[in-house]
T-cell receptor
Framework: DTGVSQNPRHKITKRGQNVTFRCDPI?????LYWYRQTLGQGPEFLTY????????KSRLLSDRFSAERPKGSFSTLEIQRTEQGDSAMYLC??????????????FGPGTRLLVL | DAKTTQPNSMESNEEEPVHLPCNHS???????IHWYRQLPSQGPEYVIH???SNVNNRMASLAIAEDRKSSTLILHRATLRDAAVYYC?????????????FGTGTRLQVTL
């Protein structure tokens, strides 16, 4: 049983550089979510996709952030011109939306980003 | 989203029951109560959810107050592997729900 995978698991970059993270959801899951988690806090929602359509974006998702899910399978999250405040754990989750709206989200292990 | 309130931390001895409380006084009639937990260095994982009646699964039990303004996650026999941050989350059931809104959760420490 393959769960949600994320790559890379760790990323160290210098301020001003661009970074891209990848998330591979559980097969046949039609929803894919991105969250960000800073130390001591719960995860915060960034954006989500239903199939290839990006249906909601948080105000946390500044114009330096972009997410894609081109074929409704894997997703990428890119951060341009990284800032030290972007240092966090970036979590991906996937789910299958059933009739009635209830769904369980399955999370990946996260990508830990450190911006120097 | 309706807000939940949880204690910051709790401690338990191994193999003893643990009762993790959650207050949600502004819960609406269509909100389900979900619990997720996050083990160290891992992403959150689903534990259990319920609407009105108490629920049991292989991981835990969920006791929901009659007025639904509070709930309690029950781990019947805590083990060291249950040490995690436990999040109580309200989720609308009208079919439009999407994101999970996490608070700071309760950090559970389990000792020998």
């Amino acid at each position: 049983d393959t769960g949600v995978s994320q790559n890379p698991r760790h990323k160290i970059t210098k301020r001003g550089q661009n970074v891209t993270f990848r998330c591979d959801p559980i097969s046949e899951h039609n929803r894919l979510y991105w969250y960000r988690q800073t130390l001591g806090q719960g995860p915060e929602f960034l954006t989500y996709f239903q199939n290839e359509a990006q249906l909601e974006k948080s105000r946390l998702l500044s114009d330096r952030f972009s997410a894609e899910r081109p074929k409704g399978s894997f997703s990428t999250l890119e951060i341009q011109r990284t800032e030290q405040g972007d240092s966090a754990m970036y979590l991906c989750a996937s789910s299958r939306l059933w009739r009635g709206g209830l769904e369980t989200q399955y999370f990946g292990p996260g990508t830990r980003l450190l911006v120097l | 989203d309706a807000k939940t309130t949880q204690p910051n931390s709790m401690e338990s001895n191994e193999e003893e029951p643990v009762h993790l409380p959650c207050n949600h006084s502004t819960i609406s009639g269509t909100d389900y109560i979900h619990w997720y937990r996050q083990l160290p260095s891992q992403g959150p994982e689903y534990v259990i959810h319920g609407l009105t009646s108490n629920v049991n699964n292989r991981m835990a039990s969920l006791a929901i107050a009659e007025d639904r303004k509070s709930s309690t996650l029950i781990l019947h026999r805590a083990t060291l592997r249950d040490a995690a941050v436990y999040y109580c989350i309200l989720r609308d059931n009208t079919g439009t729900a999407s994101k999970l809104t996490f608070g700071t959760g309760t950090r559970l420490q389990v000792t020998l």
